[in-house]
């Protein structure tokens, strides 16, 4: 079996390991992720890395350079997934990470800085509402207000921590220092539709959108749908839906991107007009203050549609991630891996969703290669990439930290 036949047969393996029967689903903290983070630990061996799971259940692995103990670069992805995902998100990363660090010690080239894989235990933010615990762990910028977060079952993640056998009074041990790192790479399917429409295999990542996520709560007053006049509604749900247009009007006009992925009237009755909507709202751009701004705008119409309906609102933040920019240096190196593959001019664009990178900028400078998926699908069953695509990634993925390599050989 080739590189990528290995590759794609991992994919499949990981796929497998699931909390449901019927759909792939495997969240920090689980059964699932303790069995995935033992597999992974197992092909890490096998390509010559010497493995452990840090104190907040990342997986890691390493590979030395010429000498023992040298500031290693960071490669890798995630290993959990969102409800109903599909089986490249995060996995395939990992997995192509594995497969340079097993090409570079079957080569016997010894680097000058250590390889270390890693694993993310969270990056999806699905079991507790908060993304990049893994990531933030192993970066050091950990909240302790987390400990009390809890599952839709009440695990609080102080408790989840200790059923996989974790003791969060040492998960500061999962904490890296700056001085041992020269960076952090990571290979990700692009989760769009850019490559495809450009009939391109890779890319080079500029920045990773910066975003901000709320849950608000519009209110009205509850009533008979059939006595009461339009003149004398406090109709929320009619408010809201004002409102989600206002986010797909304001997003187009302003170049971001804002979406609305919940929105639940109460009481719920056919007959009965809603009361209170609540929704979330999703809003990222490539740069903070076309975010900001946006938002800033979106907030004043709300405003103006509770006054004329009569409505009050309500917002609470549940997520910042300010935008992160890749460093000069080391998109260098990746446009130079996509160069080797024969692409004489690469493509290089942001991000719009996030990635554990958005933490690791805390620990180290950061860059990202992107990969073609098929229709820019992705967290679905139908995300799909092509052999010859993952092959090219491989290859560039290599020569990118052979390029590392060599320019820092010549400082």
């Known amino acids: 079996m080739n590189e990528t036949d290995l590759i794609m047969d991992r994919c499949e393996q990981l796929a497998t390991i699931s909390s449901q029967p019927d759909r792939l689903e495997r969240v920090h903290l689980s059964p699932e992720h303790k069995a995935v983070n033992a597999l992974v630990a197992e092909w890490m061996s096998e390509a010559g890395l010497s493995t452990w799971q840090d104190p907040a259940g990342n997986q890691c692995g390493r590979l030395e350079g010429r000498e023992p103990g040298l500031p290693a670069l960071l490669i890798g992805s995630h290993i959990d997934t969102v409800p109903d995902a599909g089986r490249y998100d995060g996995m395939l990363g990992v997995l192509l990470a594995i497969a340079v660090a097993g090409r570079i010690h079957g080569s016997h080239n010894a680097l000058p800085f250590a390889l270390e894989v890693v694993a993310f235990s ?30 839709k079952d009440g695990i609080t993640l102080a408790e989840a921590f200790q059923d996989f056998g974790l003791d969060p009074a040492r998960l500061p041990g999962a904490y890296r220092r700056p001085e041992n790192y020269v960076g952090y790479l990571e290979t990700h399917i692009e989760q ?78 056919v007959n009965v007009i809603p009361g209170v909507v ?113 092959t090219a990634a491989l290859d560039a993925f290599e020569a990118a930290v052979l390029a590392i390599a060599k320019e820092k050989t010549a400082r």
């Not at 997520?319 to 690469?346: N, Q």
């Not at 664009?349 to 180290?364: C, E, I, Q, Y």
Request: proline share 3%; hydrophobic share 40%.
């Open 122 to 151: 969270d990056e999806e933010g699905t079991r507790f509402g908060m993304a990049l615990l893994g990531s933030r762990a192993l970066s050091g910028s950990w909240n302790e207000e987390w400990w009390s977060l809890a599952d």
């Open 192 to 269: 769009g539709p850019i490559l495809e429409d450009h009939d391109r295999r890779l890319a080079v990542v500029t920045s990773i959108a910066g975003a901000r996520r709320y849950a608000i709560t519009v209110t009205g007053k509850a009533g008979h749908a059939g006595g009461t006049p339009y003149d004398r509604r406090r109709d929320a749900l009619v408010g809201a839906s004002e409102l989600v247009v206002e986010v797909e009007r304001i997003s187009k006009q302003r170049g971001v991107i804002g979406t609305v992925g919940r929105l639940q009237a109460f009481p719920g009755g």
């Open 278 to 390: 609540e929704l979330s709202l999703d809003l990222r751009a490539e740069f903070d203050n076309d975010r900001d701004d946006a938002l800033a705008e979106l907030w004043a119409v709300v405003d103006e549609i509770c006054t004329r309906r009569g409505l009050a609102f309500e917002t609470r933040e549940l997520y910042r991630a300010d935008a992160v920019p890749c460093d000069a240096r080391l998109m260098r190196a990746v446009d130079a891996g996509i160069r080797s593959t024969g692409d004489e001019k690469p493509m290089a664009f942001w991000s719009r969703a996030g990635h554990d990178g958005m933490a690791v900028v805390n620990l180290t400078p950061i860059a990202m290669l992107f990969l073609r998926c098929r229709g820019g699908v992705s967290h679905h069953p139908d995300e799909h990439v092509k052999k010859s695509d993952v």
